[in-house]
């Protein structure tokens, strides 16, 4: 007895049906991550690189140039391109929001990025649902979060690998590539490890797939298309480092770029033994790869997957075991492509299965339509796990921003660790992070932190002691007081014994005006051989206080921190 057989759907075929079922459900989705995107905008806590980017970026709006005038460690474009939003915003304290709010754009176009590769290897669906997962992925939807580089970085190579595995290799899409890897480059100069990365995947390549013969001067042709790559990458950091040059400011923005980035025997370069893993690890790779697009026959071609799959290992390889400081954010461009090389094989194998045993396995696994939206609607429920939906946003750096503009004018110089303030000019050039601090304790950047304040009349100090190196710390500990969210200039006096009426002297290193205030009581003492009748300018140097018994501990400090209501007395706000 013979049974009909019901002609399949073309590949082609069953990916437009396929995707056009899913389309409601993926709105549906997209929706509800959208919402969920934008309440944790405002609900998740800042990190610390966020001011630092904002301060450089208000230092481009304010006429100063980076990295001669304001120090970073970082390529330009992403501060000039945020410098025009960040004038307009103003000196507003609650302007990380929205910042946060202007990376929105780029979360959506590194999704479509995502979108054009997976559609390019296996088809719309896949496109599209590896879009979804991305933007669901914890690691990258939190990271991606924050106000920093990384975001418009990892935007400018998603797509830069979407348009070079986008179709035909043509010297059109080799330029195009190109210039997209070069404004990447002038975002971050991790750039160099994605595009060492793409080298070993296009080398590695031939081991992969056998190259099939081609016509009479091919190899004319592709090294044209080469040189068409090269040239793309080169325009965009050219043309800024010639910027620099006519600024005459050619010699920081090398020192803060390269050499400052550079410093041997710091994170993994501590560790060799990581180096010596690479190599056997890259041939295991090359071997998994060789095996899995022998199993795999994605739309868009074997020799695509390959070059993306071989390109995400090399990658997480050198971000892994070679680049000496490993960060979450580094790893963002990696998600796109594992994340889509992940959803089309896992969907291709799906679809293979089910048309091998189409009677037990057609209503979950091919074409099936409960189990991707299952798995995307389970993505959307954890994310919360990691960030309680309840929880408040914090609001130390909104108090502090918000005291020194108080306080403060924009003549006026604060000392914070890594531009912590946003939009006050630091005493100290040096952003106080690890490969700082390492400079420091090797003695390449002498730490003249104490010789900054003074020179630079700096009465407020911004973060946490612990952060400081020891002399600056000393420094802020003998002439600064905790007081609400920052240290200020000041010295504080501990109550006199009975019957002790005491002269007590004490050092001014910072001049200005500065008032005395009383734990209990009104102030009746003298200072400088004078009764205190009021805030006083003081000169750097010795001074006197005459101290009676019985008034309990007095304060001098930084007459407009006094006059706005900030004492060492009473609670002012989180301390440092």
Not at 416 to 437: N, Q, S
């Amino acid at each position: 007895m013979t049974g009909k057989t019901v002609p399949s759907q073309t590949p082609a075929a069953e990916d437009r049906s396929s995707w056009r079922r899913d389309l409601p459900t993926l709105m549906v989705l997209f929706a509800a991550t959208l919402a969920l995107r934008i309440y944790y905008l405002f609900a998740y806590p800042f990190d610390s690189d966020e001011p630092q980017h904002l301060h450089v970026a208000w230092g481009w709006s304010q006429g100063l140039l980076q990295y001669r005038d304001v120090f970073d460690n970082h390529m330009p474009v992403f501060h000039i391109l945020s410098a025009p939003l960040v004038a307009l915003i103003g000196e507003d304290p609650r302007i990380l929001f929205f910042m946060r709010l202007a990376m929105l754009p780029l979360y959506a176009a590194s999704l479509w990025g995502a979108y054009q590769i997976g559609r390019s290897l296996f088809g719309e669906r896949v496109g599209l649902w590896s879009a979804l997962f991305l933007g669901l992925l914890p690691a990258f939807f939190y990271n991606s979060l924050e106000f920093r580089t990384d975001n418009l970085w990892t935007v400018l190579l998603t797509l830069a690998v979407a348009v070079l595995v986008g179709g035909r290799w043509t010297g059109r899409r080799a330029l195009s590539g190109g210039l997209l890897l070069g404004a990447a480059l002038s975002v971050s100069l991790k750039t160099l490890m994605v595009v060492t990365a793409m080298t070993i995947a296009a080398l590695a390549l031939p081991m992969v797939l056998p190259p099939k013969p081609g016509p009479p001067g091919r190899s004319r042709q592709e090294g044209i298309k080469l040189a068409a790559l090269v040239a793309g990458i080169c325009v965009l950091p050219l043309a800024v480092t010639l910027f620099f040059a006519r600024q005459n400011a050619l010699g920081p923005f090398y020192y803060c770029v390269v050499l400052h980035n550079v410093v041997p025997g710091f994170g993994r370069w501590r560790m060799p033994w990581t180096l010596m893993g690479f190599p056997p690890l890259l041939v295991f790779l090359v071997y998994g790869v060789r095996r899995l697009v022998r199993r795999v026959e994605p739309a868009g071609g074997a020799k695509r997957l390959a070059f993306v799959t071989l390109m995400a290992g090399a990658f997480f390889l050198l971000n892994e075991m070679v680049w000496p400081v490993n960060t979450a954010p580094t790893r963002l461009p990696l998600f796109p492509l594992l994340v889509v090389s992940l959803t089309g094989i896992s969907m291709e194998g799906s679809r293979r299965l089910a048309r091998a045993w189409p009677a037990p396995l057609s209503w979950g696994t091919g074409a099936g339509t409960w189990m991707l939206p299952c798995v995307a609607a389970a993505g959307l429920l954890l994310l919360p796990g990691r960030e309680p939906l309840l929880r408040r946003p914090s609001s130390e750096q909104i108090a502090m921003v918000a005291g020194v503009l108080r306080l403060t004018d924009d003549s006026d110089y604060v000392m914070d660790l890594k531009g912590d303030t946003i939009f006050r000019k630091r005493a100290f050039y040096y952003v106080l992070e690890p490969l700082t601090m390492e400079r420091i304790a090797r003695g390449t950047i002498p730490d003249r932190i104490a010789e900054a304040c003074i020179a630079t009349h700096a009465a407020i100090v911004v973060g946490g002691l612990r952060h400081y190196p020891p002399k600056a710390r000393q420094f802020i500990e003998q002439n600064y007081l905790p007081v609400g969210p920052f240290h200020v200039a000041g010295h504080l006096f501990p109550p006199a014994a009975p019957g002790d009426d005491r002269i007590v002297a004490f050092q001014v290193e910072i001049p200005g005006r500065y008032s005395l205030l009383a734990e209990k009581g009104a102030v009746t003492t003298l200072l400088d051989g004078r009764p205190y009748s009021g805030a006083r300018y003081l000169a750097p140097g010795r001074h006197e206080l005459a101290q009676p018994p019985g008034e309990g501990s007095l304060s001098l400090l930084w007459a407009r921190a006094a006059e706005g209501g900030f004492s060492p007395f009473k609670a002012a706000g989180p301390r440092p």
